[in-house]
């Protein structure tokens, strides 16, 4: 089995989880992992590590996201979204959208956010949604995210929903920011729907879905063949890359340091190394920087 990125459209319904064993059945490789949940009910992109790119996980998990939904007003839910109960109900009579997206505003930058009480951080060990579902109280936290953009698409309709879109960085609950938003405009709000755009540079549109992905996998066991599928070799990551040459790599592929040219990092920055076959060879941090554009590396992961 080869190693790579998949990129697939989550439906509703699934965990993140439930995704990540229909395509190991898929594809035979139990060797697959995912950058970034999305709940049940949300859909879009999920990005999946095949093979040895599951070593890469961590530095494309935080690649920020774009999203679009439905928020709706008038209606608070326990879970901060429409799969929960009923908590509180508030007529939205005099709100209109021009309210609403002053209010987004109030989101963009730096802002600390709620954590849903439904959500899998732990508290002493145990997740928060266990808590909340045994009728334990779940502490109160807030997080510090950073929210690039927040706004309404078209006008809120007569029964209180309007869509939005939102670019923010990873660990954002955007069911958490409608919640609040429910509370600054004084009508209470929960998430209505989701569905995940872009997760750094990889975009929905690339995306499979799960029946193509196993219709395909079913009709071929070439890996290269699958709808979605990004080859190792081909894994973009976000930071910078360099080519070395054959001496270079001998020694980079044993774990050794090696001086290289061209760079535009600086010391204690990450970057992505490849032959000059095209061959992704290994992951390196930049230990010394040598004037203006020459560093040592040394390798922190290497593919072999």
Known sequence: MKSGLLLVDKPSGMTSHDVVQRVRAALGQKKVGHCGTLDPAATGLLVLTVG???????????APKVYEGTIRFGRETDTYDADGEIVAERPIDGLGTESVHQAMTRFVGEYE???PPYSARKVQGVKSYELARRGEEVPVERKQ???????PLGELDEDGRI???LSCASGTYARSLAHELGQIVGTGAHLHSLRRLTVGGFRLEDAATLDELETAADASADTDELPGWIPFDRIPLPFESVEVDSQQERRLSHGQTALVRGLESGEGDWIRIETRRGAFLAVASVVEQIGADVGVLQPRIVFK
């Not at 040895?52 to 935080?62: C, D, G, P, Y």
């Open 163 to 165: 869509a939005f879109r």
């Open 113 to 115: 956010h709620l954590t």
């Open 52 to 62: 040895k790119a599951t070593r890469l996980t961590r530095f494309l998990i935080r």
């Open 145 to 151: 995210v950073r929210i690039f953009a927040y706004e």
